[in-house]
């Protein structure tokens, strides 16, 4: 079963503009990470935000903020005021251990176009 | 600087050939990671290895193999039983046993199967 699930392939957002890209995800565990990476175009990965699954605020750096709703395992990236340079690739990833230690898991992604 | 070296950036591979990806870290992580990315597509589990000399299947392991013998070291090889090997190849690597540490990634391998 997908674990983390991204329902967004592609988002529209007009420069300056807010935008929410959206993400589910599924355990059972208690005890887990989820965080937010940007891929641009060149291929590098890079992370956003992390949100643990016993903080009670919401995560914020800068103009990211995660809008972590546990009960509804959601696990939103709002970008605030969007530049021509958040257009990228956006994955959302969940943190877990296991049997064979801990492992990173990520969604299908959203790619994001910001118009100018 | 501390990072991850994939090397080489580019591989061009002949069908029935094996390939091997190279990855090194000079961070003192003790876990590290490879992930496949199809076009448009999101980051998919190979292998991964917690501590030298150890490593577990992931995801879509069929086709693929890992050695971990050193810890700055997790080269993947890509078999002739991988029928789809064309993909982006990302290594990535963490700190260790945390939940609350992000992954650590290299710039990729574009594997092409000519």
């Known amino acids: 079963a997908q674990k983390i699930t991204q329902t967004q392939p592609g988002m529209f957002v007009q420069e300056k503009e807010a935008v929410t890209l959206d993400c589910t995800y599924d355990?059972?565990?208690?005890?887990?990470?989820l965080f937010w990476y940007k891929q641009p175009s060149s291929g590098e990965m890079i992370f956003l935000i992390y949100?643990?699954?016993?903080?009670?605020q919401n995560a914020t750096e800068g103009r990211y903020s995660l809008n972590f709703q546990k009960a509804r395992k959601s696990a939103n990236l709002v970008i605030s005021a969007s530049q021509l340079g958040d257009s990228a690739m956006y994955f959302c990833?969940?943190?877990?251990?296991?049997?064979?230690?801990?492992?990173?898991?990520f969604g299908a992604g959203t790619r994001l176009f910001v118009k100018a | 600087d501390g990072g991850i070296t994939q090397s080489p950036k580019y591989l061009f591979r002949k069908e029935g050939q094996n390939v091997t990806l190279s990855c090194e870290q000079n961070?003192?992580?003790?876990?590290m990671y490879w992930y496949r990315q199809d076009p448009g597509q999101g980051l998919r589990l190979i292998y991964y290895?917690?501590?030298?000399?150890?490593?577990q299947k992931g995801d879509i392991a069929e086709g693929y193999s890992v050695s971990r013998e050193k810890k700055e070291s997790f080269p993947l090889t890509v078999t002739s039983a991988q029928k789809n090997p064309t993909a982006f190849y990302l290594c990535?690597?963490?700190?260790?046993?945390?939940?609350?540490?992000?992954?650590?990634f290299g710039q990729g391998t574009r594997l092409t199967v000519v």
């Open positions: 290895s917690q501590i030298v000399n150890d490593f």
């Open positions: 990535a690597s963490t700190p260790g046993n945390e939940l609350n540490t992000e992954a650590f």
């Open positions: 961070l003192n992580h003790d876990a």
């Open positions: 990833a969940m943190r877990e251990g296991g049997t064979g230690g801990f492992k990173t898991i």
């Open positions: 355990t059972s565990d208690p005890s887990y990470g």
């Open positions: 949100q643990g699954s016993y903080d009670q």
